[in-house]
């Protein structure tokens, strides 16, 4: 269950990629059952080197959106190209967010927030891979001058050269300067992505609760070890409540 203490996060979750009906359904009822309200799905999988699941694409969304109307629970999935927007909404998927990648190239920003001009969506910004922090300020204007009001932003680490003991560095001043630029825009932490792998999730969490992000986005999948991306840092539904109560929020220290 969403422990009370977190009631006042934004607390995402969900599977890295779809990947079958059955694999959706059984990741997803038993985080709304526990209280998610908000579930991430990777449709279109942005693989840094080809010949890895590239994500199935517009065939996933129908699937998709009958789970969305039977559990009354919002999706929200990664876009790269102004197609898949128009994909995603002609299946009211309505909630998208840039991934790292993409974030990198003021070109495909720029031609997503026109794909999304004047439309009552809900953009996530996740950082760039590299830490430049004006291309992730810019991101956002490139959102904000096309009217789209709700934004949020996703702290998932930055990449690196050698082998770390994370597999994207936190660099946790970074995601703090944006949260001073954008004082009203929710940061959210993806602790999947900064970790690569499960048992460091708990640490990367708490670290973002003790600097007041505004929630967390967290990879869930019934059968992680299974999973045809990431499997290495997907939880179960069972165990990723178990860290949601294991986590201390600001609001319970003082
Ligand atoms: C994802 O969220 O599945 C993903 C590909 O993330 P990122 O853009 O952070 O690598
Ligand atoms: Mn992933």
Known sequence: ???????????????????????????????????????RVGIW??????????????????????????????????????LHVEEALRHNITRFWIGARSTTNPFTVQELAEAMRGLKVSVMIKNPV????????????RMQAMGIEDIRLIHRGFSNYSDTFYRNSPMWQLPISLKTHFPDLPMLCDPSHI??????????AQMAMDLNFDGLMVETHHQPDAAWSDAVQQLTPEAFFALL??????????
């Open 1 to 39: 269950m969403v422990i009370e203490s977190m009631q006042d996060k934004v607390i995402i979750a969900g599977p890295c990629s779809v990947e079958t009906p059955e694999q959706l359904r059984a990741t997803v009822v038993p985080l709304v059952a526990g209280g998610i309200k908000e579930i």
């Open 45 to 82: 999988k942005p693989r840094t080197r080809p010949g890895s699941f590239e994500g199935l694409g517009k065939q996933a969304l129908p699937w998709v959106e009958a789970l969305g109307n039977e559990l009354e629970v919002d999706f929200t999935t990664e876009v790269a190209r102004p």
């Open 130 to 141: 590299n830490p430049d922090p004006a291309l992730w300020i810019g991101a956002v204007e």
């Open 195 to 204: 970790c690569g792998r499960r048992d460091t999730l708990a640490q990367v």
């Open 245 to 254: 109560k294991g986590l201390r929020t600001v609001r319970e220290a003082v």
